[in-house]
């Protein structure tokens, strides 16, 4: 494994699961959190919790991928990231 895929790996490790946990606790955590007026905030509070996965291994691994000259792997995951979050 080179050195942008050990970096994106070792940040992903830890991350994946929590995000995942979150989104998927996502209904239990808001109420608790910040109250019964914010359940409609549920769904986008998943759709960051997906992007946020795609943004913690952007931007782990953006200075190893600039470092190989990888830049068009970078360029494709910030795309991933863009659409995440645009949607």
Partial sequence: MDGP???TASL???SLPAFSVMAV??????????GDQWRSAVVPF?????AGIFRVMSNGASAA???VGQIWS????LAVY????AL
């Fill in 5 to 7: 895929a050990r970096a």
């Fill in 82 to 85: 863009v659409m995440l979050v």
């Fill in 65 to 67: 991928t600039q470092a």
């Fill in 25 to 34: 606790l996502g209904p239990e955590i808001i109420p608790v959190v910040y």
């Fill in 12 to 14: 992903a490790r830890p």
């Fill in 74 to 77: 970078e360029s494709s995951r």
């Fill in 46 to 50: 998943q759709v960051l919790c997906a």
